[in-house]
């Protein structure tokens, strides 16, 4: 892999995926590197493949994705092919919530909601594969940034303490490297970004840093959850089912949803998301079990999932989701310094999530000269 390139994108979820196969669909000669900290694709909407089980596999990170009423042409574009040729899936009907009297019902929402096929990764992937000319677009993957700088004109970019790497232009597709979470996080004692511009220096870049300090964002804690009783898991009829929690019980316990995902040997994975804003507490795992069991009694399937399942994993998502002070899409770019930003953390017009990472993404592109 070569050190020089037109473009870094640091992240590569779905915000740096689809900011590279349009760039690329409009400069198909530009060289691109998407730095990743993660084994594989995705961002959040990665998908994990055990290494003590390689059977299992499974999106323990974002479980779908909300598409608003009034999606963009854009974003149209794009996800049209997806979902014609089935890659992309409507799972609205198959999301429920459940009541803190454990009650399940269908779940409202004015939003669409999808899945890829087969897994969330895949995604990514095939917004990438929507390039022109793919082999300009390449990959540094379980690369941690350390350090980024603006010398001579061209971004230097240190990533895992060891390799130096060169680009014209320089695209954060996160917020991290922005935000005080970053310190504990990289375990690093200051900024990247702020350590690459004295303040003063570019009024984009300061007020990024300035308005992104102020971002709250919410922590999840995932638990990772397996049956592997063949003749328990065969009575579960559902192929994409998510249940979300009542506002009660997230208040209470933390749960936010369920993801149950049938395995290729017939076992089942089922994860649970938490959520918190501050802290995240560990949750004895025989509580969390007590806790499932108990709202999902008057549901015999869901009972006995849950009366055979252990415990195989546990991850914290601290770098997750904001839900407050969103940038405004006027800082995307500074032409001076040539550095852009993109992800769910800009304001567009009420959407959020996905949705929102895209539009920053497809605008951003159109700022490019």
């Known amino acids: 892999m070569k050190n020089n390139y037109d473009f870094i994108i640091i992240g590569a979820g779905i915000s740096a995926c689809t900011f590279a196969s349009l760039l690329n669909k409009r400069f198909s000669d530009v060289s691109i590197l998407l730095v990743e900290h993660g084994r594989r694709i995705g961002g959040r909407a990665t998908t994990r493949r055990s290494r003590k089980n390689k059977i299992l596999e499974f999106d323990h990170g974002l479980p779908s994705i909300n598409l608003s009423q009034d999606v963009s042409k854009d974003i149209l574009s794009i996800i049209s092919p997806l979902i014609k040729s089935k890659k992309l899936v409507d799972i609205s009907k198959d999301i429920l919530i459940i009541n803190e009297l454990g009650v399940l019902k269908n779940g409202f929402t004015n939003y669409k909601i999808y899945r890829s096929l087969p897994f969330m990764s895949n995604f990514c992937k095939e917004i990438i594969n929507q390039s022109i000319n793919p082999k300009k677009i390449n990959f540094s993957f379980q690369s941690v940034t350390k350090s980024i700088k603006r010398i001579n004109n061209l971004w230097e970019i240190k990533v895992n303490n060891e390799r130096l790497m060169k680009s014209s232009n320089l695209i954060l597709s996160s917020s991290l490297i922005a935000h005080p979470r970053c310190l504990e996080i990289l375990e690093t004692n200051s900024l990247p970004l702020r350590d690459a511009f004295t303040p003063g220096k570019d009024i984009v870049v300061d007020s990024v840093l300035r308005e992104t300090s102020k971002i709250t964002y919410k922590k999840r804690k995932i638990y990772i959850l397996y049956v592997s ?126 949705e929102s990472a895209m539009n920053s993404a497809i605008r951003l592109v159109k700022l490019l000269n």
């Not at 999902?296 to 991850?315: E, H, T, V």
């Not at 040539?338 to 800009?346: L, T």
Request: charged share 20%; with cysteine; net charge neutral.
């Open 229 to 354: 009783s063949l003749l328990t898991v065969q009575n579960f009829k559902h192929k994409y089912l998510q249940v979300l929690f009542s506002s009660v019980i997230r208040e209470n316990l933390n749960f936010e949803r369920l993801i149950f995902q049938i395995q290729s040997d017939g076992s089942m994975i089922i994860i649970l998301h938490c959520t918190y804003i501050n802290t995240i507490p560990e949750i004895n795992i025989d509580n969390i079990i007590k806790s499932l069991t108990s709202l999902f009694i008057k549901y015999r399937i869901f009972f006995d999932l849950f009366s055979k399942a252990r415990l195989i994993n546990q991850m914290d998502w601290r770098a997750s989701q904001p839900i407050n002070h969103f940038l405004p899409k006027e800082l995307q770019w500074s032409s001076s310094s040539k550095i852009g930003f993109c992800g769910d953390w800009f304001d567009f017009n009420c959407c959020e999530g996905v």
